[in-house]
């Protein structure tokens, strides 16, 4: 079974341990298609290339590089004609330009097209974008987040196959606890993710802020609202702008913390998909608080703890219960591993999105 599989995700190295677990299969040859850079805010970010074991990767200029909807790969019609796939999965939603380019040049090579969606929200989307939707949907099977976005499909008339598979899971052996990264004598607090104002960050600056002189805020990412957390933060010498951290240096970050943080707030006609930081946190062993916002419940589970979105006093309450409670963070770094291993390992996600390749391939109909 030939498998080629597009993605704007694996611009981070990190996201190809997917690739590996898929690659492992013995009956799956796999070519990925990754950008050679993603431009996020005017800021070029290249591609990490890790080396490839187990399968072939070709990179590739992205057309309207930077515009979330309407990229689309460059090469991937030619790529396709020489590998000659049984099955075209586009890591994308299907409302997305290079979504419908991918499966309309599947369709006419004969290819089985995937695409990937965790919107889970229902929307009507202004043409040209509902015309592309309508496109895919009526072409290709589909590979959603969650059940969330599973119904989405369902509404909108998705009446092919759909899978309910994460995009990516974590390496345990990579995500792996590391206590002795800690700083002694002091509570260390952290969030990795965009700086926007839908995650919520200027809440978890105040509550942080709240709970005593001893903690240190650790904030990785960028995006624009990074001058405005920077200046509500200016008189709070904790706080610990990190900017954009290479993925392979996120288990050293996480494991550096006490308790990790993803505060989103959201916005209209978006909330949380997934909230991979909080899987990584705590495959890391790091006692892990969400917001109850989107798919971040769902995801922690009884693993992590749930607060009121945009609550900060209930955050700060949290955090102060953590830091004054050794016992219970040691509780919940072993239940939120283990929930981990359980649910969002890497080779599980590929067991599974391998598993569904298998079904497509093989019809008949």
Known sequence: MRVLLASKALVVGAHHDKLRALGANPDLDLLAVA????????????????PPRGYE????????????????????????????????????????????????DAVRYGVRPVFFAWQNLYRRYPPPFRWLERYVLERAEGIVGSEAASDVLRRKGHARRIAVIPQFGVDPLVFAPRPQLREPGRFVVGYAGRLIAAKGVDILIRAAGSIGDDVTLRLAG?????????????AMPGVM??????????????????????????????TEQFGRAAVE???????????????????????????????????????????DDPERCERLALAGRAHVLERYTTEAVADATAAFYRLIANDQG
């Open 241 to 270: 702008f990190e900017g954009a951290i290479p993925s392979a240096d996120m288990p050293t970050f996480f494991n550096g913390l006490d308790a990790f943080v993803l505060p989103t707030v959201g916005r209209r006609g978006w």
């Open 281 to 323: 946190a705590m495959a890391c062993g790091v006692p892990t608080v969400v917001a109850n916002t989107g798919e971040l419940p769902q995801v922690v589970d009884k693993a992590g703890v749930v607060v009121p979105t945009g609550d900060t006093h209930a955050l700060a309450e949290a955090l102060k219960q953590l830091r």
């Open 57 to 104: 990767i070709a990179y590739t200029p992205l057309a309207l590089n930077g515009r979330y909807h309407l990229f689309w790969f460059r090469r991937l019609r030619q790529l396709m004609r020489r590998f000659r796939p049984d099955v075209l999965h586009i890591d994308e939603e299907p409302y997305n330009l290079a979504t419908a380019i991918a499966c309309r």
């Open 222 to 234: 960028i995006g624009p609202a990074e001058p405005d957390l920077r200046r509500m933060s200016a």
């Open 35 to 50: 950008p050679d850079r993603w431009i996020e805010q005017g800021r070029a970010q290249m591609a990490e290339r890790p």
